[in-house]
């Protein structure tokens, strides 16, 4: 209600200044418009906004790759991101944007990770936790069932626990979301992530995914209190035909690895398949950021 009522005030500010504005021109007294353009354009002028993709964190570089990297990488890269003052955001932060109006600091970036390893926990969180950062990590909900049950914390193939989950939660710093509970580990089932198989129909299609994601809704909600905001899809798989089934599922943004700059506008629709760059070993976040904002 409140977000209505200042949304309305602003709607009655901006048409004031345009009223005003034209009467003032139309008086020949001209200045007036050069203001009213630049209030508007302010208004709805898209910010560019790069969001990196990040998975496994693991202190044996020799398994470095496309996507492993050592945590000194990574802090190099966050400490770079901070000396640029860049702040980070968490989808949460682009949600209110959208829907609220809310601000986003001058230089936002969204670090994410996919897939939910242990070494997120064991390598990444004392970094963010030491340089007070913020982060989204979207997790294979049944790997994070499996290790609970296992226990088992090792540095190169384990993923978190529930545990491991609350914890990040609660330190303020790490936002969760969903990899789907399943799907992304159903290699050999026809189906890439939760991508459409061939010759299927768009109902069986919509039925299978939404039987996997919203369980792994319902097991967030179970062992967190939390429900996702957004889906990442798994492979990048994206059939237009899932964005009813995810929007039905609660799903306010979802994410891609287009490896191009995302734009964030004050449109919902702008939260669909939002890009990501990878970071692969071997380069930096300084040099994926500095050519994608030139
Ligand atoms: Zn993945």
């Known amino acids: 209600m409140k977000t209505r009522v200042l949304r309305l005030a602003m709607v009655?500010?901006?048409?004031a200044v345009v009223v005003w504005g034209s009467w003032y021109t139309e008086f020949g007294l001209g200045q007036g418009e050069e203001e009213v353009v630049s209030v508007e354009a302010a208004a709805q002028e898209p910010i560019g906004l790069p969001v990196l993709m990040y998975h496994s964190i693991n202190s044996w570089e020799k398994k470095a790759g496309d996507y492993v990297i050592t945590p000194e990488a990574l802090r190099s890269d966050l400490l770079?991101?901070?000396?640029?003052?860049?702040?980070?955001?968490?989808?949460?932060?682009?949600i209110d944007y959208v829907e609220t109006g809310a601000p986003l600091p001058e230089k936002p970036v969204m670090i994410t990770f996919d897939d939910g390893y242990y070494n997120n926990y064991l390598n990444?969180?004392?970094?963010?936790q030491e340089?007070?950062?913020k982060a989204v990590i979207s997790i294979i909900i049944s790997e994070t069932d499996k290790y609970s049950q296992l226990d088992e914390n090792r540095e190169n193939y384990s993923h978190l626990t529930w545990e491991q989950v609350n914890e990040m939660m609660d330190s303020g710093l790490i936002e969760f979301q969903s990899h789907?509970?399943?799907?992304?580990?159903?290699?050999?089932s026809g189906r890439k992530g939760i991508g459409k198989k061939r010759g299927e129909s768009t109902e069986e299609y919509q039925q299978a995914i939404r039987e996997d994601v919203e369980k792994g809704q319902q097991r967030f909600v179970e062992m967190t209190g939390y429900a996702p905001t957004a889906f990442t899809y798994p492979f990048g798989a994206v059939s237009e035909d899932s964005y009813p089934v995810l929007e039905e599922l609660g799903f306010r943004a979802t994410l891609d690895a287009q490896g191009k700059l995302f734009h964030i506008t004050r449109d919902p629709a702008c939260l669909r398949r939002i890009p990501r760059y990878n970071r692969p070993?071997?380069?930096?976040?300084?040099?994926?950021?500095?050519?994608a904002m030139k």
């Open 180 to 188: 789907s509970y399943s799907l992304h580990k159903n290699r050999g």
């Open 281 to 291: 070993w071997g380069t930096t976040a300084q040099k994926i950021i500095e050519k």
């Open 131 to 133: 340089l007070q950062m």
């Open 124 to 128: 990444a969180f004392p970094i963010l």
């Open 80 to 94: 770079w991101l901070k000396e640029e003052g860049y702040q980070t955001v968490v989808v949460q932060d682009l």
């Open 12 to 15: 009655f500010a901006l048409t």
